[in-house]
Structures are given as C-alpha cells and as structure tokens.
C-alpha cells in the first residue's frame, strides 16, 4: 500500500510499505481524511521525543472499515468511523486514575505506531468510533477536539467569564468554539494573521488584534481588571512568558500549545501568589474523543472555516517540509485523503 513515510528528520517519502495485517481486537480502516497538526511537523523535524523514525505519522484520522480482527463485535466492514489515537492500558497507576494520556505504557497512532497519512491503518477496535452519517473531514477533526475538551475540563473556565487568547490556528479556532461553549461571555483573539482572525470573528470572537505596538493598551481598554481566563495556542515561550500580566486576580491561565522541550520562561512566583492566579497545562486527550464527536454531531463546533487545503499523499510531503513561516500565512487545517 501506498503510505508517506518520515525517514530521517527532514525527510518524507511517499512509497509502497507492506500491506497491514489487523490482529485480534483490531480494525483495517481504509482512510479517506487525516488531518495535519503541529505534531506531525515535530516528528519531521525530528524533535519528537517519542516518536522513533521511520516512521508513518497522521494520528487524526477518520475513515471506513475495510476488515475486522477476531473478536470484534460492534464495528461492522464498510462503516464510517474515526479513531482516538490514543493507546492505554488501562490497569497503570494513570489509567486507573482517568489519566489515560499519560498510561506508563503510552502508544499512539501516528506518533508510536503507524499513522493514518497511508492508504489503510491499523487501530483497536476500543479506539474506532463510528460517525453515522456525518462527512469525514468533519469527523476527523475529534481527535484535536478531543484534546480541546480535555483542556476546558482542566481549565472549568468561569461561567460568563472574559476570555483572552493567543493564537488562531487550527487549535485556537477550535478552543474559541469551546470556550463559547462552555459559557465564556467574550473572547479576545490575538494572533498575527489577518486571516485567521477574519475566521475567529466569524465563529464568535468579541474582539480581534494583531500583535504589536499597541496591543497592551487596547487589551487594558477591552479588561481594565484584567481577564479571568487567559490561553495560548502558540507554542510560543515569549507568548507564555508574557501571559500573567494580562490575568485578572483570580485568574485562570491555559498552557495549551506545544512549546519547546528545552524552553524555559521567567515567571513571578509573588504574581501567582499575589493574583490568586491558577497555571494549568494540557497533554493530548483522555477519554474525552466521544464528547468531541457529539459537540460536532450537534454543530456546537464548526469545522469546515478551518479547512484551507485539501492533499493527496505526495502534497503531504512538500508541506510538511516547506519553510513553516510560508506555510502558517497561507494554510489553516491542511486534510489528506490517501486514495485521491
């Protein structure tokens, strides 16, 4: 089957690999939409950490049921499905705690396992969910939503509280629509581009800037006490280190980008202590892939704003390593379809 393959930091390869053979409890999904993330791009450059190469990347992955593995009871060939990539084991000191994300035997489609950016992959069937009727390049989109609901569960943002957040890439957008969701009055949306901010108004932003000389003073006009929520969808140390000053005394501040390992920001401990503030970070999804498909089935979430690009595997490869600065001005959620 056709797959792109990471090689070597730097490198993907689109050619044939071995055809999959789905064990017991298994499913051979034929995939027809994998998403593009952040993360993909961190195994190409080679900086992440549990990702061994070569490797098949595309962990967001939605398709149909080609073959089932013995023992499989509920998921029937031909079935439109999407798959939570994330592997547990269920009887750890974490998953016994609900903390299935960080399962002392973590697996993950796409980052430990082959990934969906193939023409088929392989999931558990614990791990595939059927979607009904609603289209699959909506439905791929549960996994990062999933991760979206894990960190608003994390962060209990205030009822009719003032949101402030950096950044409006695929990630932000969708963590707009849930805080909105989840009862926050007002969101603040700050982010570089013109045209993820157009996106961020039409799906409810309060307010939309740019960064620069005047930001600090248009934020203190838009929340003179400062804001009860404040959320970063950057990966962007400069953008954490800076987040504490725009906090309101009992603050809520979400660390939800993936910000370099070695990064180190400086932060005042009397701030924290003085404002009451709370610091709260985010890791992948835990349990949370069936509430993302039911806010998506209930069109609480609007994906199809996001998607600017829809690929065939070989323009995978030359977007996942062309220059990133390019890429983020003109591309918002990049879709794969393998058999295109």
Not at 224 to 241: D, K, L, R, S
Not at 249 to 259: A, D, H, M, Q
């Amino acid at each position: 089957m056709k797959a792109a393959v990471v090689t070597r930091p730097g490198t993907v390869q689109v050619r044939e690999v071995p055809d999959l053979r789905p064990g017991p409890g298994d499913v051979l999904i034929r995939v027809t939409s994998a998403g593009v993330c952040g993360t993909d791009v961190h195994i190409v450059t080679g900086h992440h950490v549990q990702a061994t190469l070569p490797l098949v990347p595309g962990h967001e992955i939605a398709g149909h049921v080609e073959f089932v593995g013995d023992g499989v009871r509920d998921l029937a060939v031909g079935q439109a499905v999407a798959v939570d990539p994330v592997i547990a084991c269920g009887v750890c000191h974490f998953c016994r705690r609900g903390l299935r994300n960080h399962c002392l035997r973590f697996e993950a489609i796409g980052v430990t396992q082959p990934g969906g950016f193939a023409r088929y992959v392989i999931a558990p069937a614990a791990n595939t969910y059927p979607v009904g009727d609603m289209p699959l390049d909506q439905a791929v989109f549960a996994e990062p939503l999933g991760c979206i609901v894990w960190g608003l569960k994390r962060l209990d943002p205030p009822l009719a509280s003032t949101a402030l957040l950096f950044g409006a890439g695929p990630i932000g957008l969708l963590l707009l629509q849930g805080l909105l969701a989840r009862g926050v009055a007002r969101v603040t949306v700050v982010d570089p581009v013109e045209r993820r901010l157009e996106i961020a108004r039409q799906l409810g932003a309060g307010l939309t800037l740019t960064p620069g000389g005047e930001l600090n003073g248009t934020l203190r006009d838009a929340a003179p006490y400062g804001f009860e929520v404040v959320a970063e969808a950057t990966g962007n140390p400069a953008v954490v280190e800076g987040m504490l000053a725009y906090a309101a005394p009992g603050g809520k501040i979400l660390i939800f980008g993936v910000s370099p390992e070695a990064a180190r920001v400086a932060v005042s401990p009397y701030d924290v202590y003085a404002k009451d503030l709370s610091i709260i970070g985010s890791f992948s999804l835990a349990g949370t892939f069936s509430e993302a498909l039911t806010l998506l089935a209930a069109g609480r979430v609007k994906t199809a704003p996001l998607v600017s690009h829809r690929l065939p595997l070989e323009g995978l490869a030359e977007f996942l390593t062309r220059d990133r600065r390019a890429a983020r001005e003109d591309s918002i959620k990049v879709l794969i379809d393998p058999g295109a």
